[in-house]
């Protein structure tokens, strides 16, 4: 790949890293949040409904969930600046061969070429 090809995906992948890491901050605001009762109408500061417990938890799951979630995709982009430096990047890590530009485009994380993933999937 040559060096114009190698810099569009690395600012995609920065833009891409920029954009995950303002989603985990969020969802580590509503995981904190989520542990504290909302102000709907009790000012007590706690929450002894059952139900306004159980949305507060189901909340924190989901956000603990999501945030593993981009964590992992985080790990990934990481991942493919680390190629891209060390001049791996867009090659299939089963076959070899360079990966096809539109599939980079499309999954810029992505470490297998088409072919090689469609003979995985069929193997599953």
Do not use: W
Request: charged share 35%.
């Amino acid at each position: 790949m040559n060096a114009e090809k190698l810099k569009y995906f690395k600012d995609l992948l920065l833009e891409k890293r920029k954009d995950v890491l303002k989603r985990i901050e969020h969802l580590r605001e509503v995981a904190v949040e989520s542990n504290y009762p909302h102000s709907s109408g009790d000012h007590s500061g706690y929450s002894f409904h059952m139900a306004d417990q159980g949305t507060d938890a189901m909340e924190r799951e989901k956000a603990f969930l999501f945030l593993s979630r981009e964590e992992k995709y985080l790990q990934q982009i990481d991942r493919s600046l680390q190629a891209i430096e060390l001049g791996e990047y867009g090659i299939c890590r089963v076959c070899g061969k360079e990966i096809d530009e539109e599939r980079l485009k499309a999954v810029p994380t992505t470490r297998i070429c088409v072919p090689c993933k469609l003979a995985e999937s069929r193997r599953k």
